[in-house]
């Protein structure tokens, strides 16, 4: 009737997460699985990081954080190492389906959802009665080395029915990164071997890369689910009248520079016919075309702070459905993704022995990561503890033992974070 403990973490997983967070990442991992990359997770300091920006969207919606900084200066506050790093932002979709349907009709949102040097993803939610009322943010981190997954539970005791999908047992991965706890949702895209019709004791296998693991789970028949249910005559045949749709549902508008890309969900009723396409029209109805797919359709061209009225509406063998409506204003900043990275390593990274001290020199890396640099690190203990360089290329370590070999390093820093590392060792000497 429960999974058995001996195969699941140490502990109950300690929730850190909204469901609605928790759905947006469950989507993006389906996503990403069929592309056949590997699904993402998220941490505790991430989801910190990404609350803090949801919160900071509802000022300055776009990615820079109210007071001037860059978006993923969030990250350096919770000590998030990583080497590359991305953000997603929107506003105004009520659910997690709805969001996640405007970042994949948008190009570049889909780049950083679908970016295969992305290992962790957080997202942050609120829901507030002003402005778009709804704002969401993906936070992307990569470089991170997954070292163990297991299988765990945020309940104590989990029980499970006949007939849930594996999906529906609210099961996490939990995964071993760095020396650091990581999560995601279990989806049936990773596992072989359950049967929800099944009251045995199974064993599923889950698959992350080359990690596998096991647990082990029976499902509870409940005495209302064993019962068969009555068995009622057909109903004559009737002639059914077919009418167009009813409008379609969740409509909400996603603004971007000089764009805006449209989403929504099915009409609550096809009118008795089944829906053939779906038009838009960015002008309250006065022309129409022919929406790119039946979930979204992307405005492009705009007038930036112009505000449009955009309708959809679906189609059937009857004709054109009751419309939905929804306003918006393109705008420079709203929606566009961010994808920045920490610097390469410095290049030409030498030391330059002296009586009591060693003077090191470098070039500038080759790729600043897609940020300024701001400036350099520099360090005679291997790493173990940092200095700001005194000049732009080159610093000068005194006070040394001659004789006494010494590792230093450098590294640049720019917005995003402290980049890559070069090494040399020195000896001083008379």
Not at 247 to 264: D, E, I
Not at 400 to 410: D, E, H, P
């Amino acid at each position: 009737m429960t999974l058995l403990p001996a195969v699941l973490a140490a502990a109950p997983v300690e929730k850190v997460w909204h469901d609605s967070e928790w759905g947006v990442l469950r989507i993006a991992n389906r996503e990403r699985m069929k592309q056949g990359l590997l699904p993402m997770s998220t941490t505790q300091a991430l989801q910190q990081a990404a609350g803090i920006r949801a919160n900071e969207l509802i000022k300055t919606f776009e990615h820079t954080r109210p007071d001037g900084r860059s978006a993923l200066t969030v990250l350096n506050e919770f000590k998030i190492s990583y080497n590359t790093a991305g953000e997603n932002i929107a506003s105004g979709q009520s659910s997690p389906a709805s969001v996640m349907r405007s970042w994949m009709n948008s190009p570049g949102h889909k780049a950083n959802i679908l970016n295969k040097a992305f290992s962790h993803m957080s997202v942050g939610y609120v829901s507030v009665n002003t402005g778009y009322q709804h704002y969401w943010v993906q936070l992307f981190t990569g470089g991170c080395q997954i070292t163990n997954i297991a299988v765990g539970s945020v309940a104590d005791t989990p029980v499970f029915k006949l007939g849930q999908d594996i999906d529906d047992l609210d099961l996490v991965v939990v995964l071993t990164c760095n020396h650091i706890k990581a999560y995601m949702p279990l989806i049936a895209e990773m596992c072989k071997g359950y049967n929800k019709n099944n009251t045995a004791i199974q064993t599923v296998t889950v698959t992350y890369g080359s990690l596998v693991t096991t647990f082990s789970l029976s499902l509870e028949q409940f005495a209302e689910q064993s019962a068969e249910p009555p068995i009622t005559p057909a109903a004559a045949p009737q002639n059914v009248t077919v009418t167009v749709p009813a409008a379609p549902q969740n409509f909400t508008a996603a603004p971007g520079n000089r764009q805006v890309a449209l989403s929504w969900d099915a009409p609550s009723n096809n009118g008795g016919s089944v829906i053939t396409g779906y038009q838009v029209s960015s002008n309250n109805g006065s022309t129409w075309v022919t929406a790119s797919s039946n979930i979204g359709h992307t405005f492009t061209g705009l007038t930036n702070s112009s505000s449009y009225t955009f309708m959809v509406r679906a189609v059937n063998s009857a004709g054109n459905g009751a419309t939905a409506a929804v306003t918006a204003a393109p705008r420079v900043g709203d929606a566009a993704p961010q994808n920045a990275a920490v610097p390469s390593a410095p290049q030409n990274f030498t030391a330059v022995p002296g009586n009591r001290q060693v003077t090191l020199s470098w070039d500038a890396p080759s790729s600043n990561g897609g940020n300024a640099i701001t400036g350099y690190q520099v360090s005679n203990n291997n790493g173990f503890t940092w200095v700001t360089a005194s000049g732009s290329t080159r610093h000068t370590f005194t006070g040394l033992t001659n004789g006494t070999s010494y590792t230093f390093k450098v590294r640049a820093v720019n917005w995003t974070g402290f980049g890559a590392e070069s090494v040399v060792t020195g000896t001083p000497r008379n």
